[in-house]
Every structure is written in structure tokens, then in C-alpha cells.
């Protein structure tokens, strides 16, 4: 196997080690949901939109005390080397659940009692980490939607390939690498939403990455901040508010 | 959506309780905060399955049985067996458990353990291969959760890797005209390591390991970390909407580690003469 990471210290495409994927985050997509964004991350395209709070159905679901949080991630058919089949997977399942996991400690639910909060991720293309920029635009895209929120959440990962510890996997990396481990944060209360792990660490490597993950995340948070500027006090006036 | 819940009212009391307990470092059932509850582990109690475990934890108990049979590889790993952990919360197992096809909850479950065992390589899958890219050994795992009283992660990956660890493999041979037959006899299903998951329930600020199914109705988040024989973490999942600081999260892998270590001798211990 040739090695991820050249003599320099430099990865594939060419990043450092401790260097993110071209990011780029749009707010406001779509025209009927409450709330959207668009994420170009690395080679990720996500749509996420954000409806609610609103009726729940069906209406059993409905909490007396607080709104109920639904997630989809949903990949399209062609956003792999191979097609995907378009029945949701174990895997979509479980991420949509970690993903709802890592929304839900920053909405204010309590403040919508008895409705519902829908959040579709729809993946049009998919590199490694996938899973993080869909947390990343969630986040935008309930705040573009209004909801109370405590804080805004950043996800990030980090992992190990050719024996380094590395920021943001790209999809080759996290396929021929060591270890891949996707992390959320409030980046303002200091709070740990989402965390994963698969491959292998040291206790070592693990706080060595969670250390690097989270210094990416504060970065990450100023792009969500400055979308979010943009779209309701951007010179471009093209919101709706 | 997830299980039923519940009542509310009930798990808020019982909430304050707990939390009461909690911070004079004491639990409910008098354990303490990193006290897991008697662990008994049997190995081949189904003789129908290549491998198979009973795990009890406590009150709660499951059952994994490995069956191996032959399967076409994975398109892009034409060179790699199969490896399918699969969790099953039956509706016996408790009253708030209900029939269908796995939800989310059992969905991750299985995933997590699935990770914690492939992550760490216990079973060399590139040794699974019988005709490269057409005819691969295929494992499946299938664990039937029968009573649950919490800390279903722990169990299932326990005997997950208890049955592996005792479980035999058919062999076949293969003629040139690729045609596969299954030979009397049987071997051993090679294993390389002893993976252990170690799942920590917050409650409040306090940390406990191996909770009950009543810790698990008002604990706030769960962390379960697996570990190889070095000590190395091989998976990580947290779940539920909680949240740990970050020095929670370094005493987490902390605390993990040190039990993971007890918990291999048990596990060792209880394959050790395991007959197959």
C-alpha cells in the first residue's frame, strides 16, 4: 500500500496534517422549508432542511413538555462510487441517530411544547465525513429556522492514517487509513454532543486528536457564524427577512 | 421512533433518587459507582451453531450464536470475508420491548458491538477467502436479547466474543471446477484477540459503569469504548442526547481502560476450556 502521507509531511491532496477540506456553507436554500443550508465540505454536497416547529404526526409522538426532534440522513443513489441503493440503511439509521443525538443538547425544546422538529439531510455527494458536515450545516439550518438554541454545534474528525494522527479525513483516507473518529461540540458551553471511534488509537493518540478536533471545531463555528451573518445582515439582501 | 418510555413522573422521582444515591457515591442496588454486577459467561449451550454464548450481567441476559456458511464477497473487498453482527430485542425480554424489525436502538447496538469486533481484527478476515472474489466464509453473529436490566452493550459484545472465541469452522473443499463441498470434519475459527467493551452511563456529573435498566431510564449519556489485548481503544460511540466536558471525556477513556482489563480475565476464564 503506497503511504497516505509524503516525505514533506504532506497528505494526497496536498493538505497538512492538521488541515481542513475547502468549506464552504450556504444559508437559505430553500425556498418552502423553515430553515436550510447547503454545505460543500471536501467533496461532501449537503442540503439540509429544517421544518417545525409544527404538528407532530403521527400525533402520539407529540410530548407534552418539550417539541419532538426527528433527523434523517439520506444518501442519494449516485452521491457514491457505487449506486446506493435508496432505502435507508443500517448505516443512515444510526447516523441519523448520533446526529439527532448531537442537535438535541443545543435546542431549547422545551420552549415548543407538543410539536415537532423535522431535520432532512440529504447527501448529494459523499467524501469522508460526512456524517460532520451534516452536524455542521444541521446546525445553520435550525438556526436560519429560528429555534432557540443554547449554543451552535461543530463537528469535526480526526483520525490516524499512515501512522499520524490527522485532521478531516477525506474519503480515501478514512477507507485505507488507521483509525477515524467523528467528534461534536458546543463550541461555547465546552460540551462533547457526538462522539465516535473505529480503527485504533493509544489513549495517547486519542487525546492528542480529540485536542486537534476540537481546535477545528472553533474554526468551523467562524464559518457557521459568518453564513449565518451573511444571510440576515450580508449586504447581499437577498433573505427573505 | 425508540422504545416506549416510562412514565414521567415516575422517572423523575425515581431520577432524584438515584442522583441522591449518586452523590454520596453509593447506587441503589449498593454497588459502587464502578462496580459491575456478577458476570457470568457460558459457551456452547446451542449445539446447532458453530459458536454460542450465554451472558448474564446482572438480571439482564442474552444469548449469541455463530453460524458460518459461505457467501459472495463484498464487490469492493472481493478478498476479505464476511463479518455480520446482528442484535435482536426480542419482545420477552421486557415489557417495553415491542415485535418488528430492529429499531434504531437495536440498529446501534449492533453496530457498536460490530465495530468493537472488526475494528480490533479478532477474527483475520483475509483468511476467510475460499475463491477470491466469488466465494468468501460468511459470519454471522446473531445475538437474542431475552431479558433486559440494562448495559445491553456490554452483554452483547461479551458474548459476541465469547461465541467467536469458541466457535468451530466447517471447512470445504474445492475442485477445479469450483464446485465446494463441505468436508466432515471441522476446524477452529482462529481468533486474534480478545476485544473488551467497557459502556459508562452519566448521571448528573457522576460516571457509573454497568448500569441497570432503571440507571439507563434517567442517565443523561452513554460512552462505550472497546479495547485490544495492548490497551489500545479499537471503537468509540457515544450516545444519547447528553453531553460530556472534555475532561469527562479523557476520565471516561481512563475508567475504561482500567476495567476493560479486569473484564478480558473474566472473559478469558470463562473460554479457557471451552470444548468445540
Do not use: W
Amino acid at each position: 500500500m503506497i503511504s497516505l502521507i509524503d516525505e514533506k509531511g504532506h497528505r494526497i491532496d496536498g493538505r497538512k496534517l492538521d488541515e481542513l477540506r475547502p468549506l464552504k456553507i450556504e444559508v437559505g436554500i430553500l425556498k418552502n422549508a423553515d430553515g436550510s443550508s447547503y454545505i460543500e465540505f471536501g467533496k461532501n454536497k449537503i442540503v439540509v432542511a429544517v421544518y417545525g416547529p409544527k404538528s407532530v404526526h403521527p400525533k402520539h409522538l407529540s410530548l407534552p413538555d418539550r417539541s419532538f426532534l426527528r433527523c434523517r440522513y439520506h444518501m442519494a443513489p449516485f452521491s457514491t462510487d457505487t449506486r446506493k441503493h435508496p432505502q435507508p440503511s443500517r448505516r443512515e439509521i444510526e447516523i441519523s441517530k448520533v446526529i439527532r443525538e448531537a442537535l438535541e443538547p443545543a435546542l431549547i425544546l422545551e420552549e415548543y411544547p407538543r410539536t415537532g422538529i423535522d431535520v432532512y439531510l440529504e447527501v448529494l455527494q459523499a467524501d469522508g465525513g460526512s456524517r460532520c458536515a451534516g452536524i455542521i450545516a444541521s446546525a445553520v439550518a435550525l438556526a436560519d429556522a429560528g429555534i432557540s438554541m443554547r449554543d451552535m454545534v461543530v463537528a469535526c474528525a480526526v483520525g490516524k492514517i499512515s501512522g499520524q494522527v490527522v485532521l478531516d479525513l477525506d474519503d480515501r483516507e478514512d477507507k485505507e487509513g488507521e483509525a477515524d473518529m467523528p467528534i461534536a461540540i458546543m463550541p461555547n458551553l465546552n460540551q462533547t454532543t457526538l462522539l465516535q471511534l473505529d480503527g485504533i488509537l493509544t489513549p495517547e493518540e486519542f487525546e492528542k486528536g480529540f485536542k486537534m478536533a476540537i481546535n477545528a471545531c472553533r474554526h468551523i463555528y467562524e464559518v457557521q457564524r459568518e453564513a449565518l451573518i451573511n444571510k440576515y445582515f450580508g449586504e447581499d439582501e437577498s433573505g427573505e427577512e | 421512533m425508540s422504545a416506549v418510555k416510562k412514565s414521567m413522573v415516575v422517572e423523575r422521582l425515581r431520577k432524584a433518587q438515584i442522583v441522591e444515591f449518586l452523590s454520596k457515591e453509593k447506587r441503589l442496588d449498593g454497588r459502587d459507582l464502578l462496580d459491575f454486577r456478577p458476570i457470568k459467561i457460558e459457551t456452547g449451550i446451542i449445539e446447532k451453531a458453530n459458536g454460542s454464548a450465554r451472558v448474564q450481567i446482572g438480571n439482564t441476559q442474552v444469548i449469541a450464536g455463530v453460524k458460518i456458511d459461505i457467501g459472495e464477497p463484498f464487490p469492493d473487498t472481493p478478498e476479505k470475508g464476511l463479518l455480520v453482527v446482528n442484535a435482536e430485542v426480542l419482545p420477552l425480554s421486557s415489557a417495553y420491548a415491542e415485535p418488528g424489525p430492529p429499531d434504531e436502538d437495536a440498529i446501534e447496538l449492533a453496530r457498536v458491538v460490530d465495530r468493537g469486533i472488526r475494528e480490533s481484527q479478532m477474527i483475520d478476515l483475509s483468511k476467510l477467502v475460499l475463491i477470491q472474489g466469488k466465494k468468501v466464509y460468511a459470519v454471522f453473529i446473531d445475538v437474542d436479547i431475552l431479558d433486559t436490566d440494562g448495559n445491553l452493550f456490554d452483554a452483547v459484545s461479551y458474548a459476541t466474543v465469547a461465541s467467536l472465541a469458541t466457535s468451530t469452522m466447517p471447512k470445504f473443499s474445492i475442485d477445479q471446477n469450483e464446485l465446494i463441498t463441505q468436508e466432515e470434519e471441522s476446524t477452529h475459527l482462529h481468533i486474534n484477540c480478545i476485544p473488551v467493551s467497557i459502556t459508562l452511563a452519566k448521571i448528573g456529573d457522576e460516571f457509573i459503569i454497568d448500569p441497570t435498566s432503571e440507571e439507563e431510564a434517567v442517565m443523561d449519556t452513554r460512552i462505550t469504548f472497546t479495547f485490544d489485548d495492548e490497551g489500545n481503544i479499537r471503537a468509540g460511540q457515544k450516545g444519547l442526547p447528553g453531553t460530556l466536558d472534555f475532561d469527562q471525556v479523557k476520565l471516561a477513556v481512563n475508567i475504561a481502560k482500567t476495567k476493560a482489563k479486569e473484564i478480558r480475565k473474566i472473559i478469558k476464564e470463562s473460554i479457557k476450556d471451552a470444548k468445540r
